[in-house]
């Protein structure tokens, strides 16, 4: 069966703004800083303003294959395996630290690349031989390698042997090598480098878990990670009960959430996690102070609670206060829409709200 062009592939979250890759290789973008709505990209002929809650497409010549969002900057990996950026930064992005405002992808000088992660002013980059690249602030050892500079150019880690995957949360970083060990480093106030200590760790770190990871999501201060036989571990702050299995403020060491299904897919955003089923539930838990966690309330959750409303959920993404799923030809979003990131013309949106339909 052929692919629609306009099928949706992928979607990323920053801070405030969403983007959605199509399989051609396009891309668009909604919400604030880094969505390209800031920079006065044309909106259409007449040259009037789109509103917030309407989609912009990213204008450039590269057919990209994946794409990451943070805080006003986005990384996009060409067919080519070349590494791209585009948005908006008031301190630069590693080594530049002039105010950074990119109207369209281009490229950075870096070598090919098989895996792309954004934090919040933290960049890296896995190389076709599974070095790992860092740049940016260097605030608690989070680019992993000694620099004097504060907001570093790019640059290679000695410490860890081949990686397949990373993940960058809000100044920590975590790696998994192609023998399936999972490394950390950075920042660790609530526990979230899961190492058993709270100390800031400067230099790439294994974690022991007691499951054999797949993947992993990145939270404000807390970490998800999905096992190869679908289960979930999280560990980090628990103040708003993200983790799912405690009521303790935090976990430095990783835990097993209990969940009614084996899981496909995890994402966690400030305070608030998901988690969808090979099934296609999807489940939520954490902190709802703006509806984020999809389950029509604001009202916290410190266990996995299903989203109702939702099917044929192809993957999920999770901002700071808000998230997203696609289906191949729809895009939902809930949570605080403050920016337009999610469509909707309500600043909360506590239950699914279908704002692009492709099909």
Same mark, same amino acid.
């Given at each position: 069966?052929?692919?629609?062009?306009?099928?949706?592939?992928?979607?990323?979250?920053?801070?405030?703004?969403?983007?959605?890759?199509?399989?051609?290789?396009?891309?668009?973008?909604?919400?604030?800083?880094?969505?390209?709505?800031?920079?006065?990209?044309?909106?259409?002929?007449?040259?009037?303003?789109?509103?917030?809650?309407?989609?912009?497409?990213?204008?450039?010549?590269?057919?990209?294959?994946?794409?990451?969002?943070?805080?006003?900057?986005?990384?996009?990996?060409?067919?080519?395996?070349?590494?791209?950026?585009?948005?908006?930064?008031?301190?630069?992005?590693?080594?530049?630290?002039?105010?950074?405002?990119?109207?369209?992808?281009?490229?950075?000088?870096?070598?090919?690349?098989?895996?792309?992660?954004?934090?919040?002013?933290?960049?890296?980059?896995?190389?076709?031989?599974?070095?790992?690249?860092?740049?940016?602030?260097?605030?608690?050892?989070?680019?992993?390698?000694?620099?004097?500079?504060?907001?570093?150019?790019?640059?290679?880690?000695?410490?860890?042997?081949?990686?397949?995957?990373?993940?960058?949360?809000?100044?920590?970083?975590? =790696?998994?090598?192609?023998?399936?060990?999972? @490394? +950390? $480093? &950075?920042? *660790?106030?609530? #526990?979230? /480098? !899961? %190492?058993?200590?709270?100390?800031?760790?400067?230099?790439?770190?294994?974690?022991?878990?007691?499951?054999?990871?797949?993947?992993?999501?990145?939270?404000?201060?807390?970490?998800?990670?999905?096992?190869?036989?679908?289960?979930?571990?999280?560990?980090?702050?628990?103040?708003?009960?993200?983790?799912?299995?405690?009521?303790?403020?935090?976990?430095?060491?990783?835990?097993?959430?209990?969940?009614?299904?084996?899981?496909?897919?995890?994402?966690?955003?400030?305070?608030?996690?998901? =988690?969808?089923?090979?099934?296609?539930?999807? @489940? +939520? $838990? &954490?902190? *709802?102070?703006? #509806?984020? /966690? !999809? %389950?029509?309330?604001?009202?916290?959750?410190?266990?996995?609670?299903?989203?109702?409303?939702?099917?044929?959920?192809?993957?999920?993404?999770?901002?700071?206060?808000?998230?997203?799923?696609?289906?191949?030809?729809?895009?939902?979003?809930?949570?605080?829409?403050?920016?337009?990131?999610?469509?909707?013309?309500?600043?909360?949106?506590?239950?699914?709200?279908?704002?692009?339909?492709?099909?």
């Amino acid at each position: 069966m052929r692919t629609s062009p306009l099928e949706i592939v992928k979607i990323a979250c920053g801070r405030d703004h969403l983007v959605a890759l199509l399989s051609s290789g396009k891309t668009l973008a909604w919400g604030g800083i880094g969505s390209g709505r800031d920079l006065g990209v044309p909106q259409d002929v007449c040259s009037t303003p789109t509103p917030k809650n309407r989609p912009i497409e990213i204008n450039t010549s590269y057919k990209l294959k994946s794409i990451s969002a943070g805080f006003g900057i986005n990384l996009g990996l060409t067919e080519h395996n070349k590494v791209v950026s585009w948005g908006n930064s008031s301190i630069g992005i590693g080594g530049n630290n002039q105010i950074i405002a990119l109207l369209e992808p281009r490229p950075l000088d870096l070598p090919e690349a098989n895996v792309i992660a954004v934090g919040e002013h933290n960049f890296a980059i896995v190389d076709l031989q599974g070095h790992v690249h860092t740049w940016g602030m260097n605030v608690d050892g989070v680019l992993g390698r000694p620099t004097a500079h504060l907001n570093a150019s790019p640059g290679i880690l000695q410490d860890l042997p081949p990686i397949k995957s990373i993940a960058m949360g809000q100044g920590t970083v975590f =790696a998994l090598s192609k023998e399936n060990v999972l @490394y +950390a $480093w &950075g920042s *660790n106030s609530a #526990g979230q /480098l !899961g %190492l058993g200590h709270l100390d800031a760790q400067f230099r790439p770190a294994p974690i022991k878990t007691p499951m054999k990871i797949a993947f992993l999501a990145a939270g404000g201060t807390h970490v998800l990670a999905l096992s190869t036989d679908g289960n979930v571990l999280a560990w980090g702050s628990n103040n708003k009960g993200q983790l799912g299995f405690s009521t303790e403020p935090y976990s430095s060491i990783p835990a097993r959430i209990n969940l009614p299904e084996k899981i496909t897919a995890i994402a966690a955003g400030l305070h608030f996690s998901l =988690a969808l089923s090979r099934s296609g539930n999807l @489940y +939520a $838990w &954490g902190w *709802n102070g703006y #509806g984020q /966690l !999809g %389950l029509s309330d604001f009202v916290d959750r410190t266990q996995p609670t299903q989203v109702k409303g939702l099917s044929k959920i192809k993957s999920i993404s999770a901002g700071h206060t808000f998230a997203a799923a696609n289906t191949a030809s729809d895009l939902w979003g809930w949570g605080n829409n403050s920016s337009g990131q999610i469509g909707s013309t309500n600043l909360k949106v506590n239950h699914p709200n279908s704002f692009l339909s492709i099909a």
